[in-house]
């Protein structure tokens, strides 16, 4: 199967497009964020045993086509009466991403399940909100973020249980016992 994505912005310069793939590579000036979305793509691209391809020029856009392989296994059916409905719960997870995209789609994920989730744009914007009495069960946080502050030095200095934004996720949250010494709690 093959899709093909195309666009008619400004092109990506040909000296670039070995770094395309890359983890953390941006043509953003610093402060503005990173972008993982051509990483994560491929890898799970490949990770299907499919490929992609990039044609793109300077001031003619960019055309990508993902190239899947084909699965002789029949396809899955879901049962919807199988199993127990999902679950959520009543924690409330600090979501700080600088990509305004990303918190929208998981704060509306993280209501439909239940939590609260509070957003912040940057790491000074989850500082302030825990210096003004803002608890959390969990800090779903973004690594690379504008300004002084990553994620992980938020974490660090917040002691927060912690799920990964941007690649590298998983979600678990602590019982009380469980949870390390962290944000202020109400």
Same mark, same amino acid.
């Given at each position: 199967?093959?899709?093909?994505? &195309?666009?008619?912005?400004? $092109?990506?310069?040909? !000296?670039?497009?070995?770094? *395309? ?8 000036? !610093?402060?503005?964020?990173? &972008?993982?979305? =051509? ?14 391809? *990039?044609? %793109?020029?300077? $001031?003619?856009?960019? #055309? *990508?086509? =993902? @190239? +899947? ?10 049962? %919807?009466?199988? $199993? /127990? /409905? +999902? &679950?959520?719960?009543?924690?409330? *997870? ?10 929208? @789609? ?5 209501? %439909? ?6 957003? #912040? ?6 500082? #302030? ?22 994620? &992980? ?15 590298? =996720? ?15 709690? %109400?």
């Amino acid at each position: 199967m093959i899709i093909a994505v &195309r666009d008619t912005g400004i $092109g990506i310069p040909a !000296v670039l497009h070995h770094k *395309i793939f890359e983890p953390f590579f941006t043509t953003k000036e !610093v402060g503005k964020g990173t &972008r993982l979305r =051509l990483s994560m793509v491929c890898g799970f691209v490949k990770q299907f045993g499919g490929h992609i391809k *990039i044609a %793109s020029e300077e $001031g003619q856009g960019t #055309a *990508i086509k =993902l @190239y +899947l392989a084909r699965s002789d296994e029949e396809a899955a059916t879901h049962d %919807s009466t199988a $199993g /127990p /409905p +999902l &679950r959520g719960g009543r924690e409330t *997870i600090l979501v700080v991403e600088d990509d305004a995209l990303v918190p929208n @789609y998981v704060i509306s994920q993280l209501k %439909s399940l239940g939590y609260a989730p509070v957003a #912040a744009a940057n790491a000074s914007e989850a500082l #302030a909100l825990v210096e003004r009495g803002q608890s959390f069960d969990l800090l779903f946080t973004d690594i690379v973020m504008p300004g002084s502050m990553n994620g &992980r030095e938020l974490a660090r200095r917040n002691g927060a249980t912690v799920a990964w934004g941007a690649g590298a =996720l998983h979600l678990r949250l602590y019982g009380e016992r469980d949870r390390p010494s962290g944000p202020p709690r %109400s």
